[in-house]
Nanobody, 125 residues
Framework: QLQLVESGGGLVQPGGSLRLTCAASGRTLNDHVVAWFRQAPGKEREGVSC????????HYRDSVKGRFTISRDNAKNTAFLQMNNVKPEDAGVYYC??????????????????WGQGTQVTVSW
């Protein structure tokens, strides 16, 4: 069974940067599509970005395009979300999710079968 653990969250000032890490264990992440989601207090969980199993294709929600970058290191069974020029509206709990499949397609709908426990991102002066 695939287990996912997020790390790298914390307090960041507006305009600052954070790098979130999603470490997988129990199974290889290499044959999984990976996505990042976030949930702010009182709001629905929303998809942020996804990456295909090979890393060749990525997708972002409009509000983070040009600021966030998703990547993966299949040799290390790890995925990342680089967050630059962070805005207050980016605050929330960030979740890593994965779904098995050798596909170059991905989406940011919350239909993934494996989820991490989340890491908190706080944006404040």
């Amino acid at each position: 069974q695939l287990q996912l653990v997020e790390s790298g969250g914390g307090l960041v000032q507006p305009g600052g940067s954070l790098r979130l890490t999603c470490a997988a264990s129990g199974r290889t992440l290499n044959d999984h599509v990976v996505a990042w989601f976030r949930q702010a207090p009182g709001k629905e969980r929303e998809g942020v970005s996804c990456i295909s199993y090979s890393g060749a294709n990525t997708h972002y929600r409009d509000s983070v395009k040009g600021r966030f970058t998703i990547s993966r290191d299949n040799a290390k069974n790890t995925a990342f979300l680089q967050m630059n020029n962070v805005k207050p509206e980016d605050a929330g709990v960030y979740y890593c999710a994965a779904e098995s499949g050798y596909t170059e397609n991905c989406n940011i709908l919350p239909l993934y079968s494996s989820w991490g426990q989340g890491t908190q991102v706080t944006v404040s002066w």
